[in-house]
């Protein structure tokens, strides 16, 4: 309570304000705006992974009723080939430009019709001839044009005598994991609308940052960034495959400019597959030199992953190598490998997530061969300081969440022998693992009005994607404002709120809670004595330390148990625990939730997502839920999330991030904990039927 009798909203359980709106169906998704005079574009894709289009035959789609054009790179407008996004130019953009083909399933012309099943129509009879060149899909580690990765993000490490170590160790585990291509898959597939007027370009878009998206368009489309202005009110889901600009945007931008009049662009869910991001393959190798009594020496992660040589892209896979444990020498390595495939973009947990299933499956098999129970040798190897930094850490509570996890989960029971629970033809194993996440804030924006209604009116271009963001913020607002949650009005998800981080890289409500406490600081002091409406507005961008000197994370553990069934081989997830240290928690019930949520992508990726392409044509065949299987409700077991009490100093109102780091770590305990049962480690995932038997 503060001085006026007024309860924090922050660390309160309450539902979103909108849910209502959205089991009822009255809060409008992009594609149920109503748009007057609207036309809709059908995407036609490339099937030639690599090569140039000889002719795109259009005369019969042209002929069907309805249609008002076909674009592709003969009539389509010029864009900016320079334009780009996260790191750096990123020649995937600009689309339509000219006839070479990239990857299979390159958006390569759009069909514009009066409605989506006239265009539809259309789009199918439209005939296109390829003069295809040999591609290179065959991912490795080893393959010939690999080349370290970009340090955009910081260099690897490199510290201590890492031979020395390993050669000094009482035990060296060397094993090599593998994770495959996955696709993001949100419920709301791709969808954009799109109109001009008078040089400005509107449009409502399903994203998760309509204002990077919307500097990135202007940059795209050569305007000035004033006059792109972008809007994602309500989204479905996006899970790192809407943080950048996508294929719906740009071709509805281009066609509504060409038509002179809006026009919507909906992805199939195929298209999704085929044309929007992905998580890239990756194969990690991993050794860590242990002595006897399961102390550290060495370790060294080197991991690769594909990208498409069309645009720079870091999954980060070896941070917690550096991060998670002490040791005299640590060395990670980054490889790139440019192959012609969809250009990959971040996917639930970027590099945390495939790297924690191989380095935390490494770390198992330290504990195996030793003898030594897994949470003990994680609790013995915990650092000081960074193991490779040297730098604090700003909070650390990993120890809290292993320990609470382990008493909850009843970890002490646990015979560590593999294969000696059995109940019927299932085996029974349990298994752990630890997660390091990194931390932080992006620069935001926000406006806070005093109004004479006695409410507050906040502006800031956040998104909420189904999180609960939009509720946590007013949460933060009202306790920021010293009111009730009910006098605040917020406005979100518009990018002429200004500069605010998307929801993405855990960051987006940090972020922009950050911006809002700092605005409602500034509207009290003006508001001593004010009688008309007060205004505030603050950017962030000079308070954030950059450089700081401590380490800033969040930290999991995660506990699964799993049957596997020995006619089958069929692995069941029983029971899923997490134990978060994410800072304090605004909104318990909905951080829960999308904690939940994140486990249960990871429970799928460990068990079911696979991308399998052809390499003959080099197309993904399991663009759709029929072949990319996804965990359905039956899957998925009693899942408990929770949180021990942590405060992030670093933040003025100690939160720190919670978006991805349900997902990481999930697949690695999943694992271990299927070595437990059987005494087979799958070091591929997933860990499908056909892998176990
Ligand atoms: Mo997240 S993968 O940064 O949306």
């Known amino acids: 309570m503060n001085p006026d009798g007024i309860t924090a909203a922050v660390g309160e359980s309450r539902p979103r304000i909108e849910g209502r709106l959205k089991v009822t169906g009255a809060a409008r998704y ?39 054009g076909v674009l592709d790179h003969r009539n389509a407008r010029r864009l900016n080939p320079d334009a780009g996004q996260y790191f750096g130019p990123d020649r995937s953009l600009p689309l339509l430009q000219d006839e070479v083909v990239a ?46 990765a970009s340090t955009l993000f ?70 000035d960034p004033e006059r792109a202005h972008i809007r994602a009110e309500h989204v479905g889901g996006g899970f790192g495959g809407k943080t950048v600009c996508g294929p719906q945007l740009i071709l509805a931008a281009m066609a509504a400019e060409h038509f002179g009049r809006p026009v919507r662009v909906a992805l199939t869910r195929r298209q999704v597959f ?12 991993v050794r860590i030199g242990a002595d006897a009594d399961g102390r ?21 896979c070896t941070e917690q190598a550096r991060t998670l444990y002490a040791a005299p020498a640590i060395r990670t390595e980054l490889t ?54 040297g730098r604090p850490f700003s909070s650390r509570r990993l120890v809290a969440c292993l320990q609470e996890g382990a008493r909850r989960f009843g970890w002490a029971q646990r015979d560590p022998r593999p294969r000696v629970r059995r109940e019927g033809d299932l085996l029974v194993g349990t298994g752990v ?51 009730g949650v009910e006098r605040i009005r917020m406005h979100i998800g518009d990018s002429d709120l200004g500069m605010a981080a998307g929801a993405g890289g855990s960051r987006g409500t940090t972020s922009c809670a950050f911006a809002i406490v700092e605005t409602a600081k500034a509207l009290r002091e003006k508001l001593a004595g004010a009688t008309t409406p007060v205004t505030a507005s603050v950017d962030t961008t000079p308070l954030i330390n950059w450089r700081p000197d401590e380490d800033r994370y969040t930290y999991s553990a995660v506990f699964a148990e799993v049957t596997v069934d020995v006619a089958t081989g069929e692995v069941r997830v029983r029971r899923l625990l997490g134990m978060f240290a994410v800072g304090r928690v605004i909104n318990p019930l909905l951080a829960r939730s999308q904690l939940i949520g994140g486990m249960i992508g990871g429970l799928s990726m460990a068990l079911h997502e696979e991308g399998v392409r052809d390499p003959v044509t080099g197309r993904l065949v399991t663009a759709d ?21 942590d405060y992030e100093p670093q933040d003025p109102s100690g939160f720190n991030g919670l978006g991805e780091i349900g997902n990481a770590g999930v697949a690695a305990a999943i694992a271990n904990a299927v070595w437990h049962a059987t005494g087979t480690r799958h070091r591929t995932l997933p860990i499908s039927l056909g892998r176990v038997v």
């Open 296 to 316: 550290f020496r060495a370790v060294h992660h080197h991991a690769a992953f594909a990208l498409s040589p069309l645009a720079e892209y870091i999954e980060w």
């Open 154 to 223: 910081g260099p690897e490490a490199d510290t201590g005598d890492l031979e020395a170590e390993l050669a000094a160790s009482a035990l060296v585990v060397d094993e090599v994991y593998h994770t495959p291509e996955e696709n993001h898959s949100a419920m709301e597939p791709h969808v954009a609308t799109a109109w001009w007027q008078d040089g400005h370009l509107h449009a409502l878009d399903s994203d998760q940052g309509p204002f990077g998206i919307s500097q990135v368009m202007a940059s795209l489309f050569l305007i």
């Open 274 to 285: 085929l044309a929007t991001g992905s998580r890239p393959p990756t194969e990690q190798r």
């Open 433 to 483: 693992a630890a997660v390091a996440f990194i931390a932080g804030v992006f620069p935001s924006s926000a406006t806070i009005t005093a109004e004479t209604d006695g409410t507050f009116s906040v502006r800031i271009g956040a998104t909420d994607i189904g999180t609960g963001a939009r509720t946590a913020l007013i949460a933060v607002a009202a306790d920021a404002l010293g009111v």
């Open 336 to 389: 790139a490998v440019p192959l012609d495939l969809l250009p990959p973009c971040s996917m639930r947990g970027p590099g945390a997530t495939p790297g924690s299933f191989a380095f935390e499956s490494a770390v198992d098999e330290v504990a195996e061969r030793l003898g030594i129970d897994p949470l003990r040798l994680r609790l013995l190897n915990q650092p000081e300081v960074g193991p490779v930094s």
């Open 625 to 645: 839920f029929a072949g990319y299987h996804i965990s359905a409700h039956a899957d998925v077991p009693g899942i408990e999330a929770d949180f021990v009490a």
């Open 30 to 68: 992009t594609a149920d705006v109503p748009v007057a005079g609207l036309a809709h574009g059908w995407v036609v894709t490339a099937t030639v992974s690599r090569g140039r289009i000889r002719d795109i035959d259009a005369g019969e789609a042209l002929a069907q009723p309805g249609v008002l």
């Open 103 to 148: 990857y299979a399933g390159r958006p390569i012309a759009l069909v514009v019709a009066e409605t989506p099943e006239q265009a539809r129509a259309a789009a199918a009879t439209v005939r296109v001839t390829y003069d295809a060149e040999p591609h290179d899909i065959e991912f490795s580690l080893a393959h010939p044009a690999a080349r370290p």
